[in-house]
Protein backbone atom coordinates (compact mmCIF):
# COMPACT_ATOMS: atom_id res chain seq x y z
CA UNK A 1 0.00 0.00 0.00
CA UNK A 2 2.80 2.61 0.62
CA UNK A 3 4.59 1.48 -2.29
CA UNK A 4 1.59 2.52 -4.46
CA UNK A 5 0.58 5.32 -2.28
CA UNK A 6 4.67 6.10 -2.83
CA UNK A 7 4.27 6.21 -7.04
CA UNK A 8 1.00 7.87 -7.01
CA UNK A 9 2.22 10.47 -5.54
CA UNK A 10 5.78 10.63 -7.76
CA UNK A 11 3.14 10.65 -10.86
CA UNK A 12 1.45 13.70 -8.87
CA UNK A 13 4.67 15.23 -8.53
CA UNK A 14 5.91 15.02 -12.39
CA UNK A 15 2.78 15.83 -13.10
CA UNK A 16 2.78 19.47 -11.49
CA UNK A 17 6.09 19.56 -12.84
CA UNK A 18 5.70 19.13 -16.61
CA UNK A 19 2.84 21.87 -16.08
CA UNK A 20 4.71 24.45 -14.66
CA UNK A 21 7.40 23.70 -17.27
CA UNK A 22 4.42 24.18 -19.93
CA UNK A 23 3.57 27.50 -18.16
CA UNK A 24 6.73 28.43 -18.28
CA UNK A 25 7.55 27.84 -22.09
CA UNK A 26 4.19 29.19 -23.25
CA UNK A 27 5.39 32.54 -20.90
CA UNK A 28 8.51 32.45 -22.71
CA UNK A 29 7.16 32.28 -26.24
CA UNK A 30 5.14 34.89 -25.13
CA UNK A 31 7.74 37.09 -24.28
CA UNK A 32 9.85 36.14 -27.51
CA UNK A 33 6.89 37.22 -29.31
CA UNK A 34 6.80 40.93 -28.82
CA UNK A 35 8.32 42.97 -31.96
CA UNK A 36 11.88 44.19 -30.91
CA UNK A 37 12.89 47.17 -31.64
CA UNK A 38 16.01 48.68 -32.75
CA UNK A 39 17.69 52.00 -32.35
CA UNK A 40 20.34 54.04 -33.13
CA UNK A 41 21.58 57.88 -32.46
CA UNK A 42 19.36 60.40 -33.22
CA UNK A 43 20.62 62.97 -36.20
CA UNK A 44 18.90 66.13 -35.46
CA UNK A 45 18.10 66.24 -31.43
CA UNK A 46 19.68 64.92 -28.90
CA UNK A 47 18.63 60.92 -27.45
CA UNK A 48 17.70 58.04 -29.52
CA UNK A 49 16.30 57.24 -32.55
CA UNK A 50 13.94 54.17 -33.64
CA UNK A 51 15.31 52.90 -36.50
CA UNK A 52 13.12 49.54 -37.36
CA UNK A 53 11.79 46.32 -35.99
CA UNK A 54 12.71 42.68 -35.70
CA UNK A 55 9.80 41.36 -36.53
CA UNK A 56 8.45 42.22 -39.72
CA UNK A 57 4.90 40.80 -39.35
CA UNK A 58 4.36 42.72 -36.05
CA UNK A 59 0.63 43.71 -35.63
CA UNK A 60 1.38 46.52 -32.94
CA UNK A 61 4.32 48.76 -31.98
CA UNK A 62 4.42 50.74 -28.39
CA UNK A 63 7.48 52.94 -29.05
CA UNK A 64 8.98 54.18 -25.62
CA UNK A 65 9.61 57.22 -24.44
CA UNK A 66 13.35 56.00 -23.38
CA UNK A 67 16.02 53.50 -24.02
CA UNK A 68 19.29 53.24 -22.77
CA UNK A 69 18.90 56.07 -20.19
CA UNK A 70 18.16 58.71 -23.46
CA UNK A 71 15.18 59.81 -24.71
CA UNK A 72 13.89 58.69 -27.93
CA UNK A 73 13.24 61.61 -29.86
CA UNK A 74 13.15 60.58 -33.78
CA UNK A 75 11.81 57.38 -36.19
CA UNK A 76 14.26 56.71 -38.65
CA UNK A 77 13.37 56.83 -42.54
CA UNK A 78 11.31 53.96 -43.51
CA UNK A 79 11.90 52.88 -40.28
CA UNK A 80 8.31 50.45 -40.03
CA UNK A 81 7.16 51.01 -44.20
CA UNK A 82 5.80 48.33 -45.60
CA UNK A 83 5.10 46.14 -42.57
CA UNK A 84 1.80 44.83 -44.11
CA UNK A 85 0.05 43.31 -40.45
CA UNK A 86 1.00 46.29 -38.47
CA UNK A 87 -2.31 47.61 -37.26
CA UNK A 88 -1.76 49.53 -34.39
CA UNK A 89 1.25 52.32 -33.93
CA UNK A 90 1.56 54.29 -30.01
CA UNK A 91 4.20 57.33 -30.43
CA UNK A 92 5.77 58.95 -27.10
CA UNK A 93 5.51 62.68 -26.61
CA UNK A 94 9.24 62.59 -26.41
CA UNK A 95 8.94 62.08 -30.38
CA UNK A 96 10.42 65.23 -32.13
CA UNK A 97 11.01 64.07 -35.72
CA UNK A 98 9.66 61.38 -37.76
CA UNK A 99 11.50 61.13 -41.04
CA UNK A 100 10.44 60.13 -44.66
CA UNK A 101 8.17 57.42 -45.42
CA UNK A 102 8.46 56.24 -41.82
CA UNK A 103 5.52 54.18 -41.52
CA UNK A 104 4.48 54.27 -45.44
CA UNK A 105 2.06 51.75 -46.85
CA UNK A 106 1.51 50.09 -43.49
CA UNK A 107 -2.01 49.16 -45.27
CA UNK A 108 -3.67 47.27 -42.44
CA UNK A 109 -2.48 50.51 -40.17
CA UNK A 110 -5.94 50.97 -38.25
CA UNK A 111 -4.85 53.40 -35.27
CA UNK A 112 -2.06 56.17 -34.47
CA UNK A 113 -1.75 57.08 -31.22
CA UNK A 114 -0.16 60.29 -29.69
CA UNK A 115 0.84 60.44 -26.11
CA UNK A 116 -1.03 63.54 -24.93
CA UNK A 117 0.49 67.02 -25.71
CA UNK A 118 2.76 65.75 -28.05
CA UNK A 119 4.23 68.85 -30.10
CA UNK A 120 5.90 67.46 -33.38
CA UNK A 121 8.70 69.12 -34.63
CA UNK A 122 8.16 67.91 -38.27
CA UNK A 123 6.54 64.94 -39.79
CA UNK A 124 8.90 64.89 -43.24
CA UNK A 125 7.46 63.99 -46.38
CA UNK A 126 5.56 60.84 -46.68
CA UNK A 127 5.12 59.33 -43.31
CA UNK A 128 2.22 57.33 -43.07
CA UNK A 129 1.10 57.92 -46.87
CA UNK A 130 -0.74 55.12 -48.34
CA UNK A 131 -1.62 53.88 -44.81
CA UNK A 132 -5.04 52.76 -46.57
CA UNK A 133 -6.45 51.39 -43.45
CA UNK A 134 -6.01 54.42 -41.31
CA UNK A 135 -10.22 55.58 -40.76
CA UNK A 136 -9.73 58.57 -38.08
CA UNK A 137 -6.69 61.07 -36.84
CA UNK A 138 -5.91 63.07 -34.04
CA UNK A 139 -2.99 65.05 -35.16
CA UNK A 140 -0.96 66.94 -32.74
CA UNK A 141 0.79 69.84 -32.83
CA UNK A 142 3.70 69.33 -35.98
CA UNK A 143 6.05 72.74 -35.52
CA UNK A 144 6.95 72.15 -39.17
CA UNK A 145 5.93 70.65 -42.58
CA UNK A 146 4.16 68.02 -42.79
CA UNK A 147 3.53 67.66 -46.76
CA UNK A 148 2.64 64.24 -48.16
CA UNK A 149 2.94 63.03 -44.79
CA UNK A 150 -1.25 61.52 -45.50
CA UNK A 151 -1.65 61.11 -48.97
CA UNK A 152 -2.94 58.44 -50.38
CA UNK A 153 -4.71 57.24 -46.83
CA UNK A 154 -7.86 56.44 -48.96
CA UNK A 155 -9.78 54.79 -46.05
CA UNK A 156 -9.01 57.96 -43.84
CA UNK A 157 -12.95 59.41 -42.98
CA UNK A 158 -12.15 61.64 -40.12
CA UNK A 159 -9.33 64.47 -39.38
CA UNK A 160 -8.61 66.40 -36.11
CA UNK A 161 -6.24 69.01 -35.79
CA UNK A 162 -5.22 69.93 -32.43
CA UNK A 163 -5.62 73.84 -31.70
CA UNK A 164 -2.83 76.04 -32.50
CA UNK A 165 -1.89 74.09 -35.45
CA UNK A 166 -0.22 76.72 -37.70
CA UNK A 167 -1.21 75.28 -41.06
CA UNK A 168 -1.55 72.36 -43.01
CA UNK A 169 1.36 71.06 -45.11
CA UNK A 170 1.92 70.45 -49.15
CA UNK A 171 -0.15 67.68 -49.98
CA UNK A 172 -0.94 66.76 -46.49
CA UNK A 173 -4.44 64.69 -47.28
CA UNK A 174 -4.16 65.07 -51.33
CA UNK A 175 -5.89 61.44 -52.42
CA UNK A 176 -8.00 61.43 -49.22
CA UNK A 177 -10.59 60.19 -50.99
CA UNK A 178 -12.95 59.20 -48.26
CA UNK A 179 -12.64 61.94 -45.66
CA UNK A 180 -15.90 63.02 -44.04
CA UNK A 181 -15.12 65.50 -41.31
CA UNK A 182 -11.63 67.21 -41.17
CA UNK A 183 -11.58 69.72 -37.94
CA UNK A 184 -9.65 73.10 -38.74
CA UNK A 185 -8.68 75.16 -35.75
CA UNK A 186 -8.94 78.97 -36.13
CA UNK A 187 -4.78 78.74 -35.85
CA UNK A 188 -4.50 78.04 -39.10
CA UNK A 189 -3.94 80.82 -41.25
CA UNK A 190 -2.03 78.72 -43.97
CA UNK A 191 -3.55 76.09 -46.30
CA UNK A 192 -0.78 74.73 -48.72
CA UNK A 193 -1.40 73.66 -52.41
CA UNK A 194 -3.20 70.90 -52.78
CA UNK A 195 -3.31 69.89 -49.08
CA UNK A 196 -6.92 68.46 -48.77
CA UNK A 197 -8.34 66.45 -51.99
CA UNK A 198 -11.68 67.99 -53.15
CA UNK A 199 -14.47 65.53 -52.05
CA UNK A 200 -18.24 66.51 -52.02
CA UNK A 201 -18.68 64.10 -48.90
CA UNK A 202 -16.75 66.52 -46.47
CA UNK A 203 -17.77 68.26 -44.07
Request: hydrophobic share 45%.
Amino acid sequence: MKRKLTSLLLVLAMVLSLCSLSAMAADAVEADSAPILTFGNAMSFDGASVKGCTDPDAEEIVIPAEVDGKPVTEIDAEAFMGMKKLRSVTIPDSVALIWMRAFANCTALEQVEFAADTITNMMKSGVFSGCTSLKELDLPLVGGSFGYSFSGCTGLKTVALTAGQPDIGVHAFEGCTGLEAFYIPASVDLIYLSSISPNENLK
